[in-house]
C-alpha cells in the first residue's frame, strides 16, 4: 500500500462502530449507493483496487459483486472535510442495486419500494451457505450431514446429487418443487466445494455466457 494510502486510512473519522460512510459513484457521476466500509475493508478497497464494504446486517466484510458478479473497479477515493464521509468513483459492472437496478436511488419519494419484476441479484443465502459448506469441510463436527458427506466422498455426493435432481423433476406440488429445488442447489454447493470450485466461477460462467 503506498503511503498516500496509509495517510488515507489514517485520516479517517471513524464513528463509534468503526465504520464511515461511502458513496460509491459512477464515472458518469451517478450516485450508485451508499454503504459502509470499517478499517479492514478500506484496506482491501485500497489495495485490491475494488470495492469491499462491511454489512452491518451480516456483520462480515464483503466484495461487491462476489456473487453476481457486479463489481466495482475502484478508479478514485476521496475523503471529505471532516474526514468522516469517503466518495468513491467507481466503473461499475452491472447493476449496483440488488434488486436488478443500475442505481440504489432510482425511486422518487412517493413510488413502490420494489419495482415490479426486479430481480435479486444478491444471492447472498447461497454465499453465505456456501461458506458454512467450506468450514463444515475444514472443520469436521460431529453429527454434521454436510461433515459427513466429505467423509463419505465424491460418489455419494455425485449419488445424492443425482437423486435430488430426480425429485425436483417429479415434484408433485409448488411446495414440494422448492423444497427439492432447495435440496439441489444445496448438494450442488457440496459437490463443488469437494471439487475445489467457487460459486463466484460458476456464476462468472453464466455471466460470460449472458454477454
Same mark, same amino acid.
Given at each position: 500500500?503506498?503511503d ?6 489514517e ?6 462502530d ?5 458513496i ?9 449507493t ?38 466495482q ?5 476521496r ?16 447493476p449496483?442495486?440488488h ?8 425511486r422518487?419519494?412517493g ?9 435479486? /441479484?444478491? &444471492?447472498? *443465502? +447461497?454465499?453465505?451457505?456456501? #461458506? @458454512?459448506i467450506?468450514?463444515r469441510?475444514?472443520?469436521p ?5 454436510t ?36 435440496d439441489?442447489? /444445496?448438494? &450442488?454447493? *457440496? +459437490?463443488?466445494?469437494?471439487? #475445489? @470450485? ?7 460462467e453464466?455471466?460470460?455466457r449472458?454477454?
Open positions: 500500500m503506498s498516500q494510502r496509509t495517510e488515507l486510512l485520516e479517517v473519522a471513524w464513528n463509534e468503526g465504520l464511515v460512510p461511502v460509491a459513484q459512477s464515472t458518469e457521476k451517478e450516485v450508485l451508499l454503504a459502509y466500509m470499517d478499517r479492514e475493508a478500506l484496506r482491501l478497497t485500497l489495495s485490491t483496487g475494488f470495492g469491499h464494504y462491511f454489512s452491518r446486517s451480516k456483520g462480515r466484510i464483503r466484495k461487491k459483486g462476489e456473487t453476481s458478479g457486479n463489481i473497479r475502484v478508479k478514485e477515493l475523503i471529505d472535510c471532516d474526514g468522516d464521509a469517503l466518495l468513491m468513483i467507481v466503473d461499475q459492472q452491472g449496483a442495486c434488486t436488478g437496478e443500475y442505481t440504489c436511488f432510482y422518487e419519494l413510488e413502490p419500494e420494489v419495482n415490479e419484476g426486479a430481480i435479486d /441479484y444478491s &444471492l447472498n *443465502v +447461497l454465499k453465505e451457505l456456501e #461458506e @458454512v467450506r468450514s469441510k475444514e472443520s463436527k460431529e453429527n454434521s450431514y461433515s459427513e458427506l466429505f467423509r463419505r466422498g465424491l460418489d455419494e455426493m455425485g449419488k445424492k446429487l443425482g437423486e435430488e435432481a430426480i425429485e425436483l423433476i417429479v415434484s408433485p406440488d409448488r411446495r414440494n418443487l422448492i423444497d427439492e429445488a432447495a439441489l442447489l /444445496y448438494h &450442488l454447493l *457440496v +459437490l463443488l466445494r469437494a471439487r #475445489e @470450485v467457487d460459486l463466484g466461477e460458476v456464476m462468472g453464466l455471466r460470460r449472458r454477454e
